[in-house]
């Protein structure tokens, strides 16, 4: 008889953007008419930079031709071109030095975030924060590592660190033992930005109790204020204890095109039961080379060409149209009495919702009065709460025609 993992069984039903799709079909169906702006989804707007395009035609190219062409990219891990790229441009130039194994090319950081776990013990404490991007918890629900869902949200095991106004979505340490913790700066969904001193409290708090960090980086293109760290490794110390997580979906929009890397430092270990140190990069490069066969050539080069000096020009012209994106809305929201958070050093925006109304409730509101789609801070966890996601990742004269509309609501 063939039986399931039942792990699999406990997972909550995806709520949030199915939910989402319901409300708004309806609202079409009955206002067929309704110009509605999109300011919910985390995808990008923009095309690819022309460097990226370039690059990719003449990888297309060279895959025509016997000379040329490449067959599987040894070992997965990645040419030795990108992760050099990586290596300098990423890390290098902010005074972090890592090794060109410690860098594991990949499809994205969605399946890194969700596979990393798989060399870790199922009986670790994972901790998260709350609200969170959902891929942490339901992996690990997934492995086994959590109990039931319980009644009004989140699992049974976990540790849910809520990020709130008064703590600048910035968790504070458990106050129990965890081993598996996963930060993401600048976070989605807050839109809030760690600082080195914060990120150094959590490097300490890991040392100190054995504890690994699984630090998603995703959005750290977006960050403008220059005294906070891109990465966990201008923390001091941090390669004993962290893994970083990059992509280039949200950095140089490639959410179709796919590519992503991991940084799995040579100085973290991790330990057997009886306590003996075990290296943690070795594990993770059996992993990825068992279950995975590499991103496709003509991807890379499109990656590397994200590193060229005409790239990274190109490049930050786009998010700085995302970051404008951002500042108008964060201002026109300010200066018509919300309560905004993040925007600044991320592409998302934070909001309260007014008059004490659900997440929901605002949901229906805005898509009613003004016909903008947002996302309801409780999707993502309880203490989201009283708060609504909008995204800069729009045509910016979509952006000011809603924030138009906001002030009209
Ligand atoms: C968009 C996003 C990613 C990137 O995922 P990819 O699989 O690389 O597209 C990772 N983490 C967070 C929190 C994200 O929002």
């Known amino acids: 008889m063939i039986t399931v993992n039942e792990n699999f069984l406990k997972l909550q039903a995806g709520y949030l953007f ?7 079909r309806a609202f079409i169906a009955a206002n067929p008419d309704a110009d509605i702006i999109k300011m919910g989804i985390g995808d990008v707007t923009q095309p690819l930079a022309p460097s990226v395009i370039e690059a990719m035609h003449k990888a297309v190219d060279e895959m025509a031709t016997k000379d040329t062409f490449r067959g599987y990219d040894d070992g997965g891990v990645g040419y030795e071109f ?6 300098q441009h990423d890390y290098k130039v902010r005074g972090v030095d890592i090794e060109l194994d410690e860098i594991f090319v990949s499809d994205g950081a969605k399946p890194d975030t969700a596979n990393m776990q798989e060399i870790f013990g199922t009986d670790n404490i994972v901790a998260v924060a709350d609200p969170v991007y959902p891929v942490y918890i339901d992996t690990n629900v997934m492995a086994g590592r959590t109990g039931c869902a319980r009644e009004g949200g989140g699992y049974e095991g976990v540790i849910y660190m ?13 106050t129990e033992p965890v081993d598996m913790i ?9 839109g809030a930005v760690a600082t080195k001193e914060q990120l150094k409290i959590w490097v300490d ?15 750290e293109a977006f960050i403008r204020d220059e005294t906070i760290p891109h990465s966990i490794y201008e923390v001091e110390g941090a390669k004993e204890v962290a893994i970083e997580f990059r992509s280039f979906s949200k950095t140089a929009g490639f959410t179709g095109i796919r590519c992503a890397y991991s940084i799995v430092p040579k100085a973290l270990k991790a330990y057997k039961t009886d306590g003996a140190a075990v290296d943690v990069n070795p594990l993770w490069a059996r992993r990825h080379c068992t279950k995975f066969n590499g991103v496709s050539y003509v991807t890379q080069r499109a990656a590397e060409a994200v590193y060229s000096e005409q790239g990274r020009a190109q490049v930050q012209q786009t998010i700085d149209l995302y ?17 905004v958070y993040g925007g600044s050093n991320s592409p998302y925006i934070w ?14 509101h805005l898509l009613e009065k003004a016909n903008i789609v947002g996302t309801p801070g409780s999707g993502f966890g309880s203490a989201g709460e009283g708060y609504f996601r909008l995204t800069a990742f729009a045509q910016p004269e979509n952006v000011k025609m809603a924030m138009k509309r906001f002030a009209s609501i």
């Open 182 to 190: 996963y930060l993401c700066y600048p976070n989605n969904p807050t």
């Open 162 to 174: 809520p990020c709130m106004e008064e703590n600048g979505f910035v968790p504070a340490l458990p």
């Open 82 to 87: 990108l992760r050099e790229a990586i290596r």
């Open 18 to 24: 199915p939910e989402i799709g319901r409300r708004l």
């Open 205 to 219: 708090y890991a040392k100190e109790n054995k504890a690994v960090i699984l630090y998603d980086s995703a959005y």
């Open 351 to 364: 909001l309260k919702t007014p008059n004490g109304m659900t997440s929901w409730e605002f949901f229906d």
């Open 323 to 339: 970051m404008n994106n951002a500042m108008t809305v964060s201002q026109s929201l300010s200066d018509l009495g919300y309560t």
